[in-house]
Structures are given as C-alpha cells and as structure tokens.
C-alpha cells in the first residue's frame, strides 16, 4: 500500500472519528489535512473532501445516535436541504475564475479562527 493511499485512509479515519464524536469532518479536518500534510491545492482538496462525501458516510453514526435518541429528523431534513443548495452555492463561488486557492485558504483560516474563538471564549 503506497504512503498516500495510507495519508488519505488516515484522513478520512480522523474525519470520521471526529465526525462521530462533533459532528464535523469534511472541511474542518480532511480539507486541512490535504492541505497542509499531503500538499494538495486548496480547491482540489475541497473538491476531494466532498466527492468523499457523497455516499451516506454518515449512517452508522446516525444510526447509533438515533438510538440512542440524540437526534431530530426532522431538522436533520431541514439541514439536508441547506446543504444542497449550500454546497452547490458555495462551489460555484469558490470555482470562479477570480477566486485563487489563497483566497479561499485565507477564507477558511478566517472562518475557523472566528469558530475557535466563539468555542473558547463564547464570543
């Protein structure tokens, strides 16, 4: 097994398992991932991040929460739908030919520092 198909496996394994514990995975740990430690281009990795994404990664989680009935399905619908239109809105913005890979890192760095500082200090 080559040492990239072994990075990649060990991304999507962090993103699942912090998926499954917070409810994140694809833009706060695969895209960086790709990023910083596999040196993909920023819009590459997004674009590898949600073509992960596509099948129902997320179903033994949910299952497990449902069970244990920590879950709404009826928001988890609603979310689904802004999702959609979301990640089609945000894709068509981010693959403009005047938005640059450093562009959209800065973004991201800009709106994970803001959802760091709003954890740390409740701002």
Known sequence: MSNLVIQMFSIGLLAGLTGGMFGIGGGAIMVPAMVLLVGLDQKYATGTSIAAQILPIGILGAIV???????????????????????????????????????????????????????????
Not at 92 to 115: D, H, M, R, V, W
């Open 65 to 123: 929460y449902y069970r244990h009935g920590n879950m709404n399905i009826k928001y988890a619908g609603i979310i689904a739908a802004g999702l959609i239109l979301g990640n089609l809105f945000g894709a068509l913005f981010a693959n403009q030919p005047f938005i640059t890979s450093e562009i959209i890192k800065k973004l991201y760095g800009i709106f994970l520092l803001l959802l760091g500082l709003r954890y740390l200090l409740g701002v």
